[in-house]
């Protein structure tokens, strides 16, 4: 799969480029168009519907535009280590890329049960994107910082972490992360996005305005 972007930073759109044959998975509601023929099924259902989209035998592409706006980021998995992402970022990846919500790294922080972050590892690339722009945070060994968890795009597992309460009496979700920090501990990156997708909502509904308006 190559992957071209365009409309970067702002409104990005990511266009994804098969061989004849290849599969790749989708988020579905990232989907805007596809060349003729491209075969795409929709596994699951909800939050955790994804699509699997299958070239014809003379290649094809899609295209995929995130939800919110904001900038588009390529992670290259090259089987030796993985990545921690929050679901709502993730846009695309190759067939030959895994993702599991209760991986050792993501189960480690909610205590086994299933919360808003997945793991992916294996061999190809993955699709992410972010509200607002992107920005990297690079930590030296023995490094630390505190990161809001509405903020964090996704990290390398290279990272030592810690998921708290934000706040003592606050209200908390593991499920989308309302409420929580991260401490990270390095040597490793962390994405960040510049906006908080549940921030924004909050803001939204305090303002009065909704879907109906």
Not at 15 to 40: D, I
Not at 74 to 100: I, K, Q, Y
Not at 113 to 127: I, P, W
Not at 189 to 210: I, Y
Request: glycine fraction near 12%.
């Amino acid at each position: 799969m190559q992957v071209r972007t365009r409309h970067t930073p702002a409104f990005g759109v990511a266009r994804l480029v098969l061989a004849p044959g290849e599969m790749v998975l989708v988020e579905p509601l990232t989907v805007m168009a596809t060349s003729y023929g491209l075969a795409v099924e929709v596994k699951g259902a909800g939050a955790k519907a994804v699509a699997l989209c299958t070239a014809g035998a003379e290649g094809g592409w899609l295209d995929a535009a995130p939800v919110l706006p904001g900038d588009l980021h390529l992670v290259e998995l090259d089987g030796t280590r993985g990545w921690c992402l929050a679901r709502e970022s993730w846009v695309a990846s190759s067939s030959t890329v895994a993702m599991n919500p209760q991986a050792p790294p993501v189960q480690a922080l909610f205590g086994g049960a299933e919360g808003f972050l997945s793991y992916a590892h294996g061999q190809g690339s993955v699709v992410l994107a972010c509200c607002g722009a992107l920005d990297l945070v690079t930590l030296a060994a023995g490094e630390a910082v505190t990161i809001g968890s509405d903020h964090v795009v996704a990290f390398a597992d290279t990272l030592q972490c810690r998921l708290r309460p934000s706040a003592p009496d606050g209200v908390q979700s593991i499920q989308t992360g309302e409420g929580l920090v991260f401490d990270f501990a390095g040597p490793g990156a962390v994405l960040t996005q510049t906006r908080g997708p549940r921030r924004l909502t909050t803001w939204l509904r305090a303002n009065g305005v909704s879907s109906r308006s």
